[in-house]
């Protein structure tokens, strides 16, 4: 497996110049966020929520497909968690997917109540499509293909309304550097949470690095897309909270099992950054794949065929562009009519006709990219860390709700619940807390030059990526390992603490973190394809691969059961 990697414990930044106090601090503004926020406001004195662009700017507002609930009378919470299992091959917590499941309904309803504004039938029941691996129409959406943005839209009007209010503070356009931790315990691991370090970016009241703490602390900070090359994911989601976790002490799970979205729109092999995705609704209502011979591929490949779950259809298409000599294949929705297209989808509709394609009318030329991080930082139920005093809630968690992959349009459904629920601990619980002191953590600091990011997104892009081989893998490794980590103490290197090179290490650290996953995990299975291990094991990998830095920084693993458990009790 080669020398153990050895990640800093802290970013190089400069002292706190100012501090804030709260009884809860909540990192993130999407669907976790934001329902932690507002839950918690309900039941603590203070509260304070820290995002990194402006509230409604989370990663739920590019959520296009819909919200996964059992909300008709001819579905069963016990048939949603049939496809969510088939989906997380093997892996998934049970435990977990039970309580997605069976409070997903009740907290849909709630959002309703709040005044999300769902698209609705001529009786006015919430419409309800379908998406690939589900086997009945489960998936509420509003605005056609803008689900997303009409969530965040009704629960930051709730925040909006308490602006006001003494008992909530939000800190917009700020950078989560680091948790602060208390004292170690007897094996020199950190403490408990206590805050957090963050920078406010040039925004706001506040300015520079400051100190916010607290008695608990909310971790819902969305994915890592931006460690690849392309993704669907905002430019905000540099994996800042999965690391900053890690930093702190905290165990990480199934990070090696990545979604590629199987159709996000192809604009040229020197496209980088977010793309635009075709939702797997499109597919959902009846859109075929074809390969650049016109031949539709899918139905030879899986039951399910399009509607396949999304590995699957991710895979199969790398292989057909493999055969094909093409770097994309196309995706066929003419035949469903132009009135319902735009109808149903506005928004791609408008997206790809900036991009000079008609829904209606052309072929849309796609290709997978990275869309989804199944893994995360390891939670109970209730979204309790293994570091006392730290929750994570929504895409920056491991939950076991996803397993090896995450089945279409759970992720809203996560968020929602397991927000929800994180909140109600940390209300019980919060009062017989007392505000620790943070302390330092030992080691040298890591700051890594903005200039090396493309170099980090191509070592992510050929090792953990799409197709994965134990050559890739290692190249990729010694790549990482040859970037210097103290840039700023290199002599002729430009680089100094600020939000690039902050945002850069985090990328680095998480593309260390994601090879060196998938190197330990020798079979293929959901998100995780290695070429030289082509098929699963269940006899050696149907567990968890658990995560953490020793005192030293060194990355240990160790197997992990698929339902947990004693670290949280």
Same mark, same amino acid.
């Given at each position: 497996?080669?020398?153990?990697?050895?990640?800093?414990?802290?970013?190089?930044?400069?002292?706190?110049?100012?501090?804030?106090?709260?009884?809860?601090?909540?990192?993130?503004?999407?669907?976790?966020?934001?329902?932690?926020?507002?839950?918690?406001?309900?039941?603590?004195?203070?509260?304070?929520?820290?995002?990194?662009?402006?509230?409604?700017?989370?990663?739920?507002?590019?959520?296009?497909?819909?919200?996964?609930?059992?909300?008709?009378?001819?579905?069963?919470?016990?048939?949603?968690?049939?496809?969510?299992?088939?989906?997380?091959?093997?892996?998934?917590?049970?435990?977990?997917?039970?309580?997605?499941?069976?409070?997903?309904?009740?907290?849909?309803?709630?959002?309703?109540?709040?005044?999300?504004?769902?698209?609705?039938?001529?009786?006015?029941?919430?419409?309800?499509?379908?998406?690939?691996?589900?086997?009945?129409?489960?998936?509420?959406?509003?605005?056609?293909?803008?689900?997303?943005?009409?969530?965040?839209?009704?629960?930051?009007?709730?925040?909006?309304?308490?602006?006001?209010?003494?008992?909530?503070?939000?800190?917009?356009?700020?950078? /989560?550097?680091?948790?602060?931790?208390?004292?170690?315990?007897?094996?020199?691991?950190?403490?408990?949470?206590?805050?957090?370090?963050?920078? /406010?970016?040039?925004?706001?009241?506040?300015?520079?690095?400051?100190?916010?703490?607290?008695?608990?602390?909310?971790?819902?900070?969305?994915?890592?897309?931006?460690?690849?090359?392309?993704?669907?994911?905002?430019?905000?989601?540099?994996?800042?909270?999965?690391?900053?976790?890690?930093?702190?002490?905290?165990?990480?799970?199934?990070?090696?099992?990545?979604?590629?979205?199987?159709?996000?729109?192809?604009?040229?092999?020197?496209?980088?950054?977010?793309?635009?995705?075709?939702?797997?609704?499109?597919?959902?209502?009846?859109?075929?794949?074809?390969?650049?011979?016109?031949?539709?591929?899918?139905?030879?490949?899986?039951?399910?065929?399009?509607?396949?779950?999304?590995?699957?259809?991710?895979?199969?298409?790398?292989?057909?562009?493999?055969?094909?000599?093409?770097?994309?294949?196309?995706?066929?929705?003419?035949?469903?009519?132009?009135?319902?297209?735009?109808?149903?989808?506005?928004?791609?509709?408008?997206?790809?006709?900036?991009?000079?394609?008609?829904?209606?009318?052309?072929?849309?030329?796609?290709?997978?990219?990275?869309?989804?991080?199944?893994?995360?930082?390891?939670?109970?139920?209730?979204?309790?860390?293994?570091?006392?005093?730290?929750?994570?809630?929504?895409?920056?968690?491991?939950?076991?709700?996803?397993?090896?992959?995450?089945?279409?349009?759970?992720?809203?459904?996560?968020?929602?619940?397991?927000?929800?629920?994180?909140?109600?601990?940390?209300?019980?619980?919060?009062?017989?807390? /007392?505000?620790?002191?943070?302390?330092?953590?030992?080691?040298?600091?890591?700051?890594?030059?903005?200039?090396?990011?493309?170099?980090?997104?191509?070592?992510?892009?050929?090792?953990?990526?799409?197709?994965?081989?134990?050559?890739?893998?290692?190249?990729?490794?010694?790549?990482?390992?040859?970037?210097?980590?103290?840039?700023?103490?290199?002599?002729?290197?430009?680089?100094?603490?600020?939000?690039?090179?902050?945002?850069?290490?985090?990328?680095?650290?998480?593309?260390?973190?994601?090879?060196?996953?998938?190197?330990?995990?020798?079979?293929?299975?959901?998100?995780?394809?290695?070429?030289?291990?082509?098929?699963?094991?269940?006899?050696?990998?149907?567990?968890?691969?658990?995560?953490?830095?020793?005192?030293?920084?060194?990355?240990?693993?160790?197997?992990?059961?698929?339902?947990?458990?004693?670290?949280?009790?």
């Amino acid at each position: 497996m080669g020398s153990p990697v050895r990640l800093a414990r802290t970013l190089a930044a400069p002292a706190a110049g100012w501090v804030a106090q709260a009884d809860v601090v909540v990192v993130g503004s999407g669907i976790a966020g934001l329902t932690a926020a507002l839950r918690l406001r309900r039941r603590v004195d203070r509260v304070l929520l820290v995002t990194k662009g402006q509230l409604a700017s989370g990663s739920t507002v590019w959520a296009q497909g819909g919200i996964a609930a059992a909300l008709d009378p001819e579905d069963s919470p016990a048939a949603h968690r049939a496809d969510t299992l088939t989906a997380g091959v093997g892996l998934c917590d049970p435990a977990a997917v039970d309580v997605l499941v069976g409070e997903g309904p009740v907290r849909v309803r709630e959002l309703v109540a709040a005044g999300a504004r769902f698209d609705t039938d001529a009786d006015g029941r919430i419409s309800l499509t379908r998406e690939g691996g589900h086997g009945a129409d489960r998936i509420a959406h509003a605005g056609g293909d803008a689900t997303g943005a009409e969530i965040s839209r009704a629960l930051v009007a709730q925040l909006e309304a308490v602006r006001t209010d003494p008992g909530i503070e939000v800190i917009e356009h700020a950078l /989560v550097l680091d948790l602060l931790t208390a004292a170690p315990d007897g094996d020199g691991r950190p403490g408990p949470a206590c805050g957090v370090t963050l920078h /406010v970016i040039g925004e706001g009241t506040r300015d520079g690095v400051g100190a916010a703490l607290g008695r608990a602390v909310v971790l819902a900070t969305g994915g890592i897309g931006q460690v690849y090359a392309s993704s669907t994911n905002p430019a905000q989601a540099t994996g800042d909270g999965l690391v900053a976790a890690l930093r702190a002490g905290a165990a990480v799970a199934d990070v090696e099992f990545v979604q590629f979205h199987p159709t996000v729109l192809w604009l040229g092999a020197g496209v980088k950054g977010q793309l635009p995705l075709v939702s797997e609704a499109v597919r959902g209502e009846g859109a075929l794949l074809l390969d650049t011979d016109g031949v539709r591929f899918m139905p030879a490949l899986h039951p399910l065929a399009e509607l396949a779950p999304r590995d699957v259809v991710a895979h199969a298409i790398v292989r057909r562009m493999a055969e094909t000599g093409s770097d994309h294949v196309f995706l066929d929705a003419r035949h469903l009519g132009a009135d319902f297209l735009r109808g149903r989808f506005p928004t791609i509709h408008e997206r790809l006709l900036a991009e000079g394609i008609d829904l209606t009318t052309d072929l849309i030329p796609v290709a997978p990219a990275q869309h989804y991080h199944s893994g995360g930082v390891l939670t109970d139920l209730d979204g309790r860390t293994t570091v006392p005093g730290l929750y994570a809630a929504g895409e920056v968690a491991c939950t076991g709700v996803h397993g090896a992959n995450r089945l279409a349009s759970n992720s809203l459904l996560e968020g929602l619940v397991f927000g929800h629920r994180a909140a109600e601990r940390i209300a019980r619980h919060v009062g017989g807390v /007392v505000q620790r002191e943070p302390v330092a953590r030992p080691g040298e600091a890591a700051l890594v030059a903005a200039t090396v990011r493309a170099r980090v997104q191509r070592l992510a892009q050929s090792g953990p990526g799409v197709i994965r081989t134990e050559a890739g893998l290692a190249a990729a490794a010694q790549g990482l390992a040859a970037i210097p980590t103290r840039a700023d103490a290199v002599p002729g290197v430009v680089a100094a603490p600020q939000v690039a090179e902050w945002e850069t290490t985090n990328l680095h650290q998480v593309a260390a973190l994601l090879t060196a996953a998938a190197t330990r995990r020798t079979e293929s299975r959901g998100g995780h394809f290695r070429e030289d291990f082509p098929a699963a094991d269940d006899a050696a990998w149907t567990r968890r691969l658990v995560g953490t830095l020793d005192p030293d920084g060194a990355l240990e693993w160790r197997d992990g059961p698929l339902t947990v458990g004693g670290p949280f009790d």
